[in-house]
């Protein structure tokens, strides 16, 4: 009974958490994951679009709550998801025709191009901040709790209690159904496989006649669909605020170089990698002793790292990669 | 006038030219290969050819067209295919999505296509769904030229397609090549195995420093001593 | 375009640079006659600060094409060194658990080197298993060691102290120790992110940044964290006002300029902590001029305009990278701790990416890649601009939404002037890496 609890315990406070973090994690290293093989830079502009795309939806959820318009027992948010997506990925194409389709004209370096996302960075960040401003929103509506501590107590008669949040569940569903639609359209549609014959050799995909234009604003499209169902999903599950996002950037990036840059696959299981070792570090492990080894009762937390230090594990995993495996997990593209 | 035609080519890459004066032509069907010494603008001639060199003289006609100001890309859709030296296949995808993309430009079925080259090398079909960069050499620059003929080019050019291979490998290479071209499809070919390569060439063109040096058949370049002597060791 | 540009360096080349310092200068002037002399003299103290922190990163992306993404973290460490140097001691703290925090170190310090060495000199599995056991016993050991030290020393005095408090030395030699602080930091990014992809280096600086100051703001045994240090010492010679104020001959002075005595005294600080700013600037332009010139210099250019030739004739580019990094991140280092002594307060909370990351690499990239002038000039220009940029935007957001009926809408626009700063920014990074590449002052 004890060591059962102690799993509930695991559970409820590490994998369903960690869980859908290392989803959010995964789409969005996903999008910067793309842009490096098509475009072949690291884009520094990733997090302020998943405000901004965050930002959108926001805006027209509370349009839509307004109305009166909801989605039942599901968020209105998941409603306004498919407006916010088209938004920002109409945003990212000006972006491109404007700011990146001269770099790639000129054939400039991959490290100016990531100069270039600074800036673009900057102006993101400003209109989310004109759009939605900088202080921390809630917008999670429809039901909280598909389990809650009291009807896990009765379904199971166990001490230990579990809560499963809406949000949680959202979050898993989505980026699966994000991931085998993105997955499918790279592996099956021409497009999508002209995508991936640009990333692999773009002088080969150029002689074959693939448009490299037509890549490079598909590319686009997708990343600012991904920001912005990476953006909300976070927002969902925990808040908004704009510079959380641009926070999120260090662990979006470790993800998707743990994984291997490039490799769509290194960046689904980067996500994970990252969301585990960060929630199992920064969890405090008291209760679970306690429950594993009787009669004692640690004086700590048996916390290994305060949550303030968060970050500092994306890092420590990142420069483990780098020193050991700079291509990653999976093997990614080296530049 | 000659399948393909490429007469007085003269440019570079940069203010100096590489190329000077110098004319290839392949008629339909036939193996025209170019060898000679290091450095003598063999696949700078062949890129001019495809159109990835600006040319300040000469012209480029296929099938009696002027193709000289078309882009590479223009000219694959007139009718050429070309496999480059190296990085000619697209590593992470199956052998079969290279052939795939190599008829990215055709819109109508391309199936039977796919299978002329499963018979071609049948070595692909059975590696069709396995990854181009996980195979070995000789067969991904049979997976090359597999993409380039998806297109169902007229005229295939082939920049040194045995260069790293076995010998064993290359003989293979070659006698596909043979077979390419008894479909009716002109090949040109830039060599640095020159006896073998000469020993299956209709023609047989020898630059040196941008220039033709001798222009022959294959055979009649392989019995001249001066060319022996300078460019095959003897 | 090109011939214009040639044309110009031809006729204003030797003119460029000191006109724009000219209207520079004439911006500061302007600001000192309408907003005051503390607000002009504020403004460009801060603006030769950035402007160090413009040379550390234009040595970085100007002489190397180093994309360091975590200056603030070398600026918040440089600023830790005026705390550790120059505060005085916290009275016992030392005693109680400075050698348990030391020890502590030790411990972490022996089983990184223990893990290491047994990385180097095992094969198989137990190498895996002998590396993850030591780096395991060498934690709670660490933690066991450092957990009641930290306790009894944030223990003491907790309103004022609960630190370990500073050597008490004069704070100019903490300047250079924050120079140490960054160039150590740096050493160990840049030993393991340089030599691969160039935007490795990028990541791993945006997550040392991050690391730093989440230290900053946690460890109060070191500054207090979020508590902040306050009366950091200033550096000699720079006198306290009210010292001024007390002082009769001071008075007398400024009442006999005709100057009101507390206003002489603010901007006599001010003009003192200019002075000092200016000799570091000169000091250090001396300094980055003559490596430059230097064989030295001159490899580290071949090295930056084509990597590939100069590592094919033998040149170990990675080293002399990390040289530079290292050295660039020196610079910042001492750009922080001089900061933090002119603000006389450590508030961890305070850094921000944007504005000690990513505005400096704005700073270099306006004043022009690879020119010291240039990081200058961009430096002070371009927090200019950041700070009346603040002040102006209201006023422009005011004049856009005068249109407007008054309701939420109005009110959302004028709220959300505070944020202009930032679309302008990135419109002046954008506009001139498109259409000016090379900067106001280009390098030669």
């Given amino acids: 009974m004890e060591f059962l609890n102690a799993l509930v315990a695991i559970t409820n406070y590490v994998i369903i958490p960690a869980t859908a973090y290392g989803a959010q994690l995964a789409l969005g290293a996903l999008g910067v994951t793309l842009v490096y093989s098509i475009l072949r830079f690291s884009n520094f502009a990733h997090g302020d679009t998943m405000a901004f795309g965050t930002g959108v939806v926001i805006l027209i959820t509370w349009g839509f709550q307004a109305m009166g318009i909801s989605f039942g027992p599901l968020p209105t948010a998941l409603l306004a998801l498919p407006f916010g997506i088209v938004v920002t990925s109409a945003l990212m194409l000006g972006t491109d025709k404007v700011v990146y389709q001269y770099y790639r004209k000129v054939k400039a370096a991959p490290v100016v191009m990531v100069m270039v996302s600074v800036g673009v960075m900057f102006i993101m960040n400003a209109l989310t901040r004109f759009l939605i401003g900088v202080d921390q929103i809630n917008f999670a509506d429809g039901a909280r709790f598909v389990i809650n501590a009291r009807q896990w107590r009765e379904m199971t008669g166990m001490s230990e209690p579990l809560t499963l949040r809406s949000t949680q569940v959202i979050t898993v569903v989505t980026a699966i159904l994000v991931v085998w639609a993105l997955f499918w359209f790279l592996g099956r549609t021409r497009t999508g496989k002209s995508m991936r014959a640009f990333s692999d050799n773009e002088d080969l995909a150029l002689l074959s006649g693939i448009d490299p234009n037509r890549v490079v604003a598909v590319t686009w499209i997708i990343t ?62 008291k209760k679970v002793v306690t429950y594993l080894i009787p009669n004692w009762e640690p004086d700590g937390l048996v916390q290994l790292l305060s949550t303030d230090y968060k970050y500092a594990v994306s890092f420590t995993i990142l420069i483990l990669v780098l020193i050991f495996k700079p291509t990653g997990l999976f093997k990614g593209k080296i530049v | 006038m000659s399948y393909l035609s490429a007469a007085n080519m003269t440019g570079g890459y940069g203010k100096a030219d590489i190329l000077h004066d110098c004319t290839l032509t392949v008629e339909k069907g036939e193996i025209a290969v170019i060898v000679g010494p290091n450095g003598a603008g063999k696949s700078t001639a062949m890129k001019a050819v495809f159109g990835m060199l600006n040319l300040r003289e000469g012209r480029v006609t296929l099938d009696g067209s002027d193709i000289t100001a078309l882009s590479p890309q223009d000219r694959v859709k007139k009718g050429m295919g070309f496999v480059p030296q190296v990085n000619n296949v697209f590593p992470t995808m199956s052998v079969e999505e290279n052939l795939e993309m190599g008829a990215f430009i055709r819109n109508d079925d391309f199936k039977v296509t796919m299978e002329q080259v499963f018979t071609l090398f049948p070595i692909l ?110 | 375009m090109s011939t214009s540009r040639q044309a110009d360096s031809a006729a204003g080349g030797r003119l460029r640079a000191p006109l724009f310092f000219a209207l520079m200068a004439a911006l500061i002037v302007l600001e000192g006659m309408t907003s005051g002399w ?55 703290a030392f005693k109680a658990g400075g050698f348990g925090i030391l020890a502590a170190f030790a411990v972490a310090a022996i089983a990184v080197l223990g893990a290491v060495w047994l990385y180097r000199n095992l094969r198989g599995k137990l190498r895996g298993l002998a590396v993850t056991g030591v780096l395991i016993v060498g934690f709670f050991a660490y933690r066991w060691l450092f957990d009641p030290a930290v306790e009894v020393i944030e223990a003491i005095n907790p309103s004022a102290a609960g630190n370990l408090g500073g050597l008490g030395l004069p704070t100019l030699v903490s300047w250079p120790v924050g120079a140490l602080l960054a160039a150590c930091a740096a050493w160990l990014v840049g030993k393991i992110a340089l030599g691969l992809r160039s935007d490795y280096l990028a990541i791993a600086t945006l997550g040392i940044a991050e690391i730093v100051v989440a230290v900053l703001k946690n460890e109060q045994w070191l500054d207090r964290g979020v508590l902040n240090v306050n009366g950091i010492p200033r550096p000699w010679p720079v006198p306290y006002e009210i010292d001024l104020q007390n002082s009769h001959a001071f008075v007398a002075k400024m009442q ?99 504005r000690y990351t990513f505005i400096v690499l704005v700073m270099v990239i306006v004043g022009g890649s690879g020119s010291n002038w240039g990081s200058i000039l961009g430096g002070v220009l371009i927090w200019y601009v950041w700070v009346k940029a603040g002040d102006w935007g209201p006023d422009i957001m005011a004049l856009l939404a005068s249109p407007f009926p008054a309701g939420p809408f109005k009110e959302h626009m004028i709220d959300s002037a505070a944020h202009m700063r930032m679309l302008v920014m990135g419109i002046i990074l954008l506009g001139v890496l498109r259409f000016s590449p090379r900067g106001l002052l280009p390098e030669k």
Avoid at chain 3, 69 to 92: C, D, R, Y
């Fill in chain 2, 125 to 234: 079909k059975d590696k069709r769904r396995q990854n181009a960069g996980e195979l070995s050499g000789g067969q991904r620059q049979q997976v090359a030229v597999g993409r380039a003929l998806m297109t169902q080019p007229k005229l295939l050019m082939l920049d040194e397609p045995t260069a790293g291979v076995s010998p064993i490998v290359m003989d293979e290479l070659f006698d596909r090549i043979i077979e390419v071209a008894r479909t009716g499809i002109s090949i040109l070919m830039v060599e640095q195995n020159a006896r073998q390569a000469l020993e299956i060439a209709d023609k047989g063109y020898v630059l040196v420093q941008g220039e033709n040096k001798y222009t022959d058949t294959g055979k009649a370049l392989l019995a001249d001593p001066d060319v022996r002597r300078t460019f095959l060791g003897g």
């Fill in chain 3, 256 to 354: 006999a300029w005709g100057i009101d005595p507390t206003l002489g005294s603010t901007i006599t600080v001010k003009l003192a902590f200019l002075l000092l700013f200016v000799i570091v600037i000169f000091a250090l332009i001396w300094l980055t001029e003559m490596s430059l010139r230097s064989p030295w210099g001159r490899m580290m250019r071949a090295i930056r305009d084509n990597e590939v030739s100069a590592a094919a004739m033998g040149k170990n580019v990675t080293r002399r990278h990390l040289q530079i990094f290292v050295l660039g991140s020196a610079v910042i280092g001492l750009a922080g701790a001089m900061m933090i002594s002119l603000d006389g307060q450590m508030t961890p909370s305070s850094y921000n990416p944007l």
């Fill in chain 1, 224 to 285: 600012g669909a991904l920001a912005t169902i990476a953006g909300t999903l976070y927002g969902l599950d925990k808040s908004f605020k704009a510079f959380t996002y641009f926070q999120l950037l260090l662990p979006i990036f470790a993800s998707a170089i743990v994984g291997g840059i490039g490799n769509p696959v290194g960046a689904i299981a980067g996500g994970f990698v990252i969301s585990f070792s960060e929630v199992g570090l920064t969890y405090a492990w």
């Fill in chain 3, 38 to 92: 503390n607000s002009a003299l504020g403004i460009l103290n801060m603006g030769l600060l950035s402007a160090i922190m413009a040379l550390g990163v234009n040595m970085q992306w100007g002489y190397a094409g180093l994309f360091n993404a975590g200056a603030m973290g070398f600026v918040a460490l440089g600023g830790l060194a005026p705390v550790l140097i120059s505060m005085p001691p916290t009275q016992g």
